[in-house]
Nanobody, 122 residues
Framework: QVQLVESGGGLVQAGGSLRLSCAASGRTFSNKAMGWFRQAPGKEREFVAAISRSGDSTYYANSVKGRFTITRDNAKNTVYLQMNSLKPEDTAVYYC???????????????WGQGTQVTVSS
């Protein structure tokens, strides 16, 4: 099973940028589709972005499309989320996840990270 550790969260002003990282342990990282989710206070966890095993395909939630970019480096067992033009409504705990499926990623999560807090001030 892949173990995941996120980093890179913090406090940023609206319009700013952050890059989240998710480091994975284990030899099966390149066999997993990866995703980012987030959970704001009082709300359910929601999908943010997904990337295929090879990294050549991605898809995003409409709320972040054009502002966030997911990438991965299989040599480093790491997936990234570059977040630009941040808005106060992006404030949440961000989680990375490993999945056995790229399409339908959220229905096949095999591992979750512990989360990293992102706070966007207005």
């Amino acid at each position: 099973q892949v173990q995941l550790v996120e980093s890179g969260g913090g406090l940023v002003q609206a319009g700013g940028s952050l890059r989240l990282s998710c480091a994975a342990s284990g030899r099966t990282f390149s066999n997993k589709a990866m995703g980012w989710f987030r959970q704001a206070p009082g709300k359910e966890r929601e999908f943010v972005a997904a990337i295929s095993r090879s990294g050549d395909s991605t898809y995003y939630a409409n709320s972040v499309k054009g502002r966030f970019t997911i990438t991965r480096d299989n040599a480093k067992n790491t997936v990234y989320l570059q977040m630009n033009s941040l808005k106060p409504e992006d404030t949440a705990v961000y989680y990375c996840a490993a999945s056995n499926m790229y399409r339908g990623l959220g229905d096949n999560i095999s591992s979750w990270g512990q989360g990293t807090q992102v706070t966007v001030s207005s």
